[in-house]
């Protein structure tokens, strides 16, 4: 959390302000861009957790200790809300009235929702990579590729 303080802190500071003009308007882009990028890029370390509790999960799984909904409902509370939830809420309130995007509720609470969804999607991607890997490079491999031929897609 403290790492995603400091790094909106840095974005708010390099963006601070942006007027409405042609400039202001081009920092904004530049900043969503930015934003994007860094959240789907920190949902990286999703993968290296879940191909170490692949195979335990396996061995508990066919032991009949749980079903695979209780694994999938306890992954999704123990990731999901720490680690994806909360520093897209702390980015947005700290990084949203610096760079100066408009200043009504409605606006800031879609782009907070919006940095939630592209968290979740980004980690449900890597978890769907990592599911069908047993080596944590090759899937933060797999997983960096897709994403840069994302950013190709999106500029």
């Not at 500071?13 to 994007?36: C, E, S």
């Not at 789907?40 to 396996?58: D, G, P, R, T, W």
Request: aromatic share 16%; net charge neutral.
């Amino acid at each position: 959390i403290m790492v995603t303080a400091v790094l909106a802190l840095i974005v708010g500071a390099i963006f601070f302000d942006a007027k409405n003009d042609q400039n202001g308007i081009q920092n904004r882009v530049g900043a969503l861009f930015f934003i994007t990028t860094n959240q789907c890029f920190s949902s990286v370390s999703a993968i290296e957790l879940f191909i170490v509790e692949k195979k335990i999960f396996i061995h508990e799984y066919i032991s009949g200790y749980y079903r695979l909904s209780a694994y999938f409902f306890s992954k999704l509370m123990a990731d999901l809300i720490p680690m994806r939830t909360l520093p897209s809420i702390i980015f947005t309130c700290v990084i949203y009235f610096m760079i100066g995007f408009k200043r009504t509720a409605e606006c800031f609470f879609i782009m907070m929702f919006t940095l939630m969804m592209i968290s979740y999607t980004a980690t449900s991607m890597a978890l769907a990579i990592a599911a069908g890997q047993d080596v944590v490079a090759v899937a933060n491999l797999l997983m960096t590729i897709s994403f840069v031929f994302m950013i190709n897609d999106w500029q």
